[in-house]
């Protein structure tokens, strides 16, 4: 379960994550009820990322990328404990603090999660579980690159 602050506004959401113990992670966070419903998918592969929804809900919750400084997971670590994940995104700072950790495992989790952007509550996350899995590269699936653009030589004849 995962609440959404947003201007004074709070929306009850869900929240999935796939997540393994290297950093991989898919996270799907549905905002409202069905007939207002909007939903943000986040990829974390590697050095790779890939965030979409609509864009004021990504506006509302920036969650934080490798160009962030952040990696692995951020809205779901296992293993250790880590430190609160900081960055800045639009000229606001925002972190994601963990608490309350419970045993998966060999591993552990954070049974709650808050995002804050400028020191204001905008995301907060309770697991209520976590089950081990195995996973392969296509569940965290990124989006291809773009292609880069080439530019064409000038062309002979031209004014003078």
């Not at 925002?94 to 952007?117: C, H, K, L, R, W």
């Amino acid at each position: 379960m995962a609440t959404l602050h947003n201007s004074g506004i709070d929306e009850a959401a869900t929240i999935s994550v796939v997540a393994d113990v290297i950093g991989r992670c898919k996270v799907t966070i549905i905002v409202g009820p069905t007939i207002l419903r909007r939903q943000l998918t986040a990829t974390f592969n590697g050095n790779r990322s890939s965030i979409s929804g609509p864009p004021d809900l990504i506006a509302v919750m920036p969650l934080p990328t490798r160009a962030d400084g952040v990696a692995g997971c951020p809205l779901l670590p296992f293993g250790t404990r880590p430190a609160p994940a900081n960055w800045t995104r639009g000229g606001k700072a925002a972190s994601i603090q963990y608490t309350d950790f419970q045993a998966a495992g060999a591993n552990a989790y954070p049974a709650s999660v808050t995002e804050t952007v400028d020191g204001q509550p905008r995301l907060e996350i309770k697991y209520t579980s976590a089950q081990g899995q195995a996973f392969t590269d296509a569940d965290f699936a990124l989006p291809p690159l773009p292609k880069p653009k080439l530019k064409s030589a000038p062309q002979p004849g031209g004014a003078q």
